[in-house]
């Protein structure tokens, strides 16, 4: 088994707390190890360890020569001012080398050119130097082609009409989602994954999964998705508290494998207890018999030999409840006629809601379509262009925004930024939330700037425990939360006696806890009628978009049985028009894709041939290749932009007849 990369006796201290003392493990060929442990405890300090962003206090970390490490952090502090597309294409490893080398002999092929006969043999070095050049542009473009780009790409959600936008123009999500893409696109011999879906939607999310479960070079993954890295993974390093571990399986496996060790060592920790009473009892009784004295001291070395059986300690666990809620009205939160815009983007048109009290929510549909823009309305964060929100006077609202770190004041101790949240809730009770959160007596005078993403997710939890309200509305709250502390969380508000109202892609959050979908697209909400699976089996791995439907009612109206019938009638007629449209467009897609596979083969073959010296020395063969190399590509290009059109409306159909079944 090749082992791609290596940690030998690690010792780490940061902010003069030590993360690893005497760390070794290895990661090998094929390995899709999931890394689980409380927040700051080092997963990510080991990541930067394995890509070479820091260096170990003491000890070794080798990596196999040859060998590429793609590293996705959780946040990235700067990006390029590039394009997208460009960006992802020309991240490859020495594409842009190449081209640089390229261009650089060129030029000197064109000096050469008009250059007396004794430097003959040169221009012949210099064109054999292009040749081999482009014989390698060719290898490397036929491995890391165009056409995969956009297939990521589209995958994680960017739109066609984004490819040749500035990254400076996007979103810090877009940005990371740009990133992630150009990393897949790399497929890198270790790919470091730190919270890679948290920018993801769920359809994204779906896409991710499929992807990476056929990836078949090595990956570290940390995830708070139980259910994600339950697919991706086949090992797990644990960051127990008796030191850093490591499990054959999935998370499931592990957690099995855990318990199975702790039963163990309790069992044979209680049968070594009695032996030790057995022998302690005998010695007692017999230590004034001289006829026993040999059996006496024969027993006393055995208790002397005997082993201890270290448990495992018990690691800090978050526990913590919602304190009861006002009862509220019956309906503590509608929405009439509600408009959104930016500038001409219109967000929503016309949604009408209305939230039941005790309603579960869970707000899901594509990045970009506004479900934080709702939840932000919803919250008085943002205002509406038109309609409204009313909230009848007993109902409390409170908002658990996405980007929580932001809205916490760095220069703030952790006891005093909960405090000033708690409108007036005895010191005693924030000292007890906060320690239910593993905030102990020294670390709530941490400042808040010097807490990793976890703890300040978890700072911002309590500011909501102190004071819940009895409407809760969530946007991404495992986001930075490690496993335990997500499935915590996922507990306690599945005892919340109010209403809550929460986006997320964590699929095991959404099924723990949500009573009803909202699907947020084109302009309105959908309520959607089926569970958790129906959706994403209907968004068909991230390919599309659910489809339109009118804005929820705040009342279900009652239908008669004629206008059920009419209704059905309907339905049937339009699934039967949809179904008519679908044949075409299958065959539209079947011919484009095997036409860019023919573009794709003509233009590899080309760039092969140009390698070729003498081929390139023949002026006349060599502009003729170039010249229909440029065509392919352009041909290409337009064929993959019609490919991505027919493909989008082909599965909008489908979801639309699926939705309509």
């Known amino acids: 088994m090749t082992t791609l990369a290596s940690v030998n006796d690690v010792s780490l201290a940061l902010g003069g707390e030590t993360l690893f003392d005497g760390l070794s493990l290895q990661v090998h060929q094929g390995d899709h190890i999931g890394l689980v442990g409380p927040n700051g405890s080092g997963k990510s300090s080991l990541f930067r360890l394995l890509a070479g962003d820091i260096e170990p206090d003491g000890g070794t970390v080798k990596t196999l020569p040859g060998v590429h490490v793609g590293f996705l952090p959780q946040e990235i502090a700067a990006f390029p001012n590039e394009r997208v597309l460009p960006f992802v294409f020309d991240s490859v490893p020495s594409r842009t080398e190449l081209r640089e080398q390229l261009e650089r002999r060129e030029a000197r092929l064109a000096e050469l050119g008009h250059a007396c006969k004794r430097q003959e043999d040169e221009l012949v070095a210099v064109a054999s130097e292009i040749a081999e050049l482009h014989e390698q542009i060719a290898a490397l473009d036929a491995r890391f082609s165009e056409h995969e780009d956009k297939r990521n790409l589209h995958g994680l959600g960017c739109a066609q009409s984004d490819h040749r936008r500035p990254l400076g123009e996007l979103s810090g999500g877009w940005k990371m989602r740009a990133v992630l893409a150009s990393l897949l696109f790399q497929k890198p011999g270790l790919l470091l994954l730190d919270e890679p879906t948290n920018h993801l939607d769920m359809p994204s999310v779906a896409w991710f999964s499929k992807f990476l479960s056929s990836y078949d070079q090595a990956l570290f993954l940390v995830s708070h998705d139980r259910e994600f890295l339950n697919e991706q993974v086949n090992r797990v390093v644990s960051f127990e508290p008796e030191g850093v571990r490591t499990f054959r399986g999935n998370y499931e496996k592990y957690l099995s494998q855990r318990e199975d060790e702790r039963q163990l060592l309790e069992n044979r920790a209680k049968n070594l207890e009695k032996e030790r009473e057995h022998l302690e ?381």
């Open 281 to 661: 009892q005998f010695v007692r009784r017999f230590r004034a018999k001289a006829s026993k004295a040999a059996q006496v001291q024969s027993r006393v070395r055995q208790l002397e030999k005997m082993d201890s059986v270290e448990l495992h300690r018990a690691a800090r666990q978050v526990r913590f409840s919602f304190p009861a809620t006002d009862r509220g009205a019956r309906t503590p939160m509608r929405v009439d006629d509600l408009c959104k815009s930016f500038g001409e983007h219109v967000v929503f048109d016309r949604v009408t809601l209305a939230v039941d009290r005790g309603e579960r929510i869970a707000i899901v549909g594509p990045n970009g379509a506004g479900k934080t823009t709702l939840l932000k309305i919803l919250a008085g964060e943002i205002e509406a262009t038109g309609g409204g929100v009313h909230l009848p006077g007993r109902s409390n609202v409170r908002y658990f925004a996405q980007h929580h770190a932001e809205a916490l004041r760095l220069d703030r101790t952790v006891l005093q930024e909960v405090s000033y949240a708690s409108d007036g809730t005895s010191i005693e009770r924030v000292r007890a939330v906060l320690g239910a959160l593993l905030f102990g007596d020294r670390s709530v005078d941490k400042l808040v700037s010097v807490l990793s993403g976890g703890e300040r997710a978890r700072v911002a939890l309590a500011k909501i425990l102190v004071r819940p309200g009895n409407v809760l509305l969530m946007d991404e709250p495992t986001n930075h939360l490690d496993l335990q502390t997500s499935e915590a969380l996922t507990e306690a508000l599945a005892t919340y006696d109010g209403t809550l109202l929460f986006v997320s892609h964590n699929r095991a959050f959404i099924r723990r806890l949500a009573t009803k979908l909202w699907v947020v697209h084109d302009g309105g909400v959908e309520s959607y009628p089926g569970t958790l699976d129906d959706y994403l089996w209907s968004c068909q791995e991230r390919d599309v978009v659910p489809a339109t439907a009118t804005a929820i009612k705040p009342v279900a109206q009652k239908r008669s049985r004629q206008a059920r019938k009419e209704q059905r009638r309907k339905e049937a007629e339009v699934r039967a028009k949809q179904n008519q449209g679908v044949k075409p467009l299958e065959k539209r897609v079947g011919e484009l894709e095997q036409i860019i596979a023919s573009l794709e083969r003509q233009i590899s073959e080309h760039n092969e041939a140009l390698s070729d010296p003498e081929v390139y020395d023949d002026a006349e063969r060599r502009d003729t290749l170039l010249r229909e190399v440029q065509e392919a590509q352009a041909e290409l290009d337009r064929c993959f932009a019609q490919w991505t059109a027919s493909h989008e409306k082909l599965e909008l159909l489908r979801a639309e007849i699926e939705a309509a079944s």
